[in-house]
């Protein structure tokens, strides 16, 4: 009986970074339908038993990316404030931005995924949730706005950049942040 060779944590760790990687890209350019199996394996450069040993479907890995895109804008948010986010969106390359809208576009029409989306990293929401009552409780936002509701606008306005961005808009930052200073700051 053969012994199956193990990998190292690095070469695994690397090989899942290769295939995200990849499928961004696949997914940006075609859209998650249009993403199909043979897409996926040119724009990664690996079979589809090997993307598919470490996700097990499609749809799995489109979200792992959605996924990793969210937690990345909420650590983010934590470590360098809601600016630095606004920072990064408007620095994002399209793959990113067409991944973006297309989980919109998922959530929009698939209502279990829309629930799978809103239980998705509770201790993450609950740390931003901490982060926007602390601010408010330096004075440096509103107090008469629950957290979720500061939440929620903020999101908004990147959801609004990243649609914009999609289509080659620019903006002038500095003035966008004048505006939500006015919307949530301290009055």
Known sequence: MATVPKVSQEYSDARRRQILDGARRAFAHHGYEGATVVRLEESVGLSRGAIFSYFGSKWNLFYALAEEDQHRVAELWLEEGFTAVL????????????????????????????EQWMRRSPDVNERLRAHVREQQERGELRDDLSPDDIGRFLGLIIDGLVLNASVGAEYDLEALLKLIVAAIGPQ
């Open 87 to 114: 920072r990064w969106v408007l620095d994002q390359r399209p793959e990113w931005i067409g991944v973006y809208l297309e989980v919109h576009r998922q959530l929009r029409t698939n209502q279990s995924l829309r």
